[in-house]
């Protein structure tokens, strides 16, 4: 099937079906297939590896992946989609499909997820958790980001994204793209775009630039968080006024449990000057900041 998914394959499928790509659900399919072998490439596939897909499609990575791995669990909202996609992968006994929306809310996956993950996992000793998906538009930012906050970690994720959140996952400080995003990201996992992508590589053609991102996890970095719920927390509110001055985003950041002696105290210690923004301080120096605040946070008072 992967080597008949065309625009002409494709647009006559959905033809013949009575059906159109829905633009609700970002769906925009790859016609290339060298991006699909790039992207099977960079998730180092293993037989023993357990593979999430978000966003099924009409299956075509799932049936260019799942020969090479111990089994796949592949994520379809549209449920007319997902019928059309089981044909193409009836054969495959090692995917389980999934149909729902693979968000709880945008702060948590469904349970579901997970759930399914790790019954695989159990299956294959030393198994590796892979995400490797062409990612819709509208939910990349929240699967990857939640990721990061699930047990098991993924090994790696290799994602077709948006550009322009590849470019911000992966930006320096004091740049436009550089967001409480990208220290999230980079503070615990080492990022990498691999290709950069034009809409012609996709049908129906998105108006925007893609990229394949491949993410990695890294135990070291994540080692210097001590609470990641704080971190998290903490790190969008000091981004929500980039354009104050540190003093005035760390002091609005924790009103609620600092004062503002305390936060000058924090800055004094970390010889930070006051006229600083939070976006030229890099990963390193935002996380020595926020650890500093938790800190000197008073701990929750019992019931």
């Given at each position: 099937m992967?080597?008949?998914?065309?625009?002409t394959?494709?647009?006559?499928?959905?033809?013949?079906?009575?059906?159109?790509?829905?633009?609700?659900?970002?769906?925009?399919?790859?016609?290339?297939?060298?991006?699909?072998?790039?992207?099977a490439r960079?998730?180092?596939?293993?037989?023993?590896?357990?593979?999430?897909?978000?966003?099924t499609?009409?299956?075509?990575?799932?049936?260019?992946?799942?020969?090479?791995?111990?089994?796949?669990?592949?994520?379809?909202?549209?449920?007319?989609?997902?019928?059309?996609?089981?044909?193409?992968?009836?054969?495959?006994?090692?995917?389980?499909?999934?149909?729902?929306?693979?968000?709880?809310?945008?702060?948590?996956?469904?349970?579901?997820?997970?759930?399914?993950?790790?019954?695989?996992l159990?299956?294959?000793?030393?198994?590796?958790?892979?995400?490797?998906?062409?990612?819709?538009?509208?939910?990349?930012?929240?699967i990857?980001?939640?990721?990061?906050?699930?047990?098991?970690?993924?090994?790696?994720?290799?994602?077709?994204?948006?550009?322009?959140?590849?470019?911000?996952?992966?930006?320096?400080?004091?740049c436009?793209?550089?967001?409480?995003?990208?220290?999230?990201?980079?503070?615990?996992?080492?990022?990498?775009?691999?290709?950069?992508?034009?809409?012609?590589?996709?049908?129906?053609?998105?108006?925007?630039?893609?990229?394949?991102?491949?993410?990695?996890p890294?135990?070291?970095?994540?080692e210097?968080?001590?609470d990641?719920?704080?971190?998290?927390?903490t790190?969008?509110?000091?981004?929500?006024?980039?354009?104050?001055?540190?003093?005035?985003?760390?002091?609005?950041?924790t009103?609620?449990?600092?004062?503002?002696?305390?936060?000058?105290?924090?800055?004094a210690?970390?010889?930070?000057?006051e006229?600083?923004?939070?976006?030229?301080?890099?990963?390193?120096?935002?996380?020595?900041?926020?650890?500093?605040?938790r800190?000197?946070?008073?701990?929750?008072?019992?019931?």
């Open positions: 992967s080597e008949r998914q065309t625009y394959y494709l647009s006559r499928t959905f033809e013949a079906a009575g059906m159109q790509p829905k633009t609700k659900y970002g769906q925009n399919f790859l016609i290339d297939l060298n991006i699909l072998d790039i992207l960079g998730a180092d596939l293993q037989r023993t590896d357990v593979i999430l897909e978000v966003g499609g009409m299956g075509s990575l799932t049936k260019r992946i799942a020969p090479h791995v111990g089994h796949m669990i592949t994520i379809e909202i549209d449920r007319e989609l997902q019928v059309l996609a089981a044909r193409e992968l009836e054969e495959n006994t090692n995917v389980t499909m999934l149909t729902f929306d693979a968000l709880r809310n945008k702060n948590h996956l469904r349970d579901e997820v997970m759930e399914t993950v790790r019954e695989k159990a299956l294959f000793p030393g198994a590796r958790f892979k995400l490797v998906a062409n990612l819709p538009y509208n939910v990349a930012t929240p990857i980001s939640n990721l990061l906050s699930v047990d098991p970690l993924p090994e790696r994720m290799v994602v077709t994204i948006q550009k322009e959140l590849a470019e911000r996952i992966v930006s320096p400080p004091s436009k793209d550089y967001s409480a995003l990208t220290i999230w990201m980079q503070s615990q996992c080492d990022c990498e775009i691999l290709r950069n992508l034009p809409p012609t590589v996709f049908w129906p053609r998105p108006r925007v630039d893609s990229s394949i991102l491949r993410i990695i890294n135990a070291a970095k994540r210097r968080i001590v990641l719920d704080y971190f998290h927390k790190l969008r509110a000091l981004f929500f006024h980039r354009r104050k001055f540190l003093r005035s985003q760390l002091a609005t950041a009103q609620d449990h600092l004062s503002k002696p305390q936060v000058d105290e924090i800055l210690k970390l010889q930070f000057s006229s600083l923004r939070a976006e030229q301080l890099s990963v390193e120096q935002i996380i020595d900041l926020l650890e500093e605040s800190r000197l946070t008073p701990p929750p008072q019992a019931d």
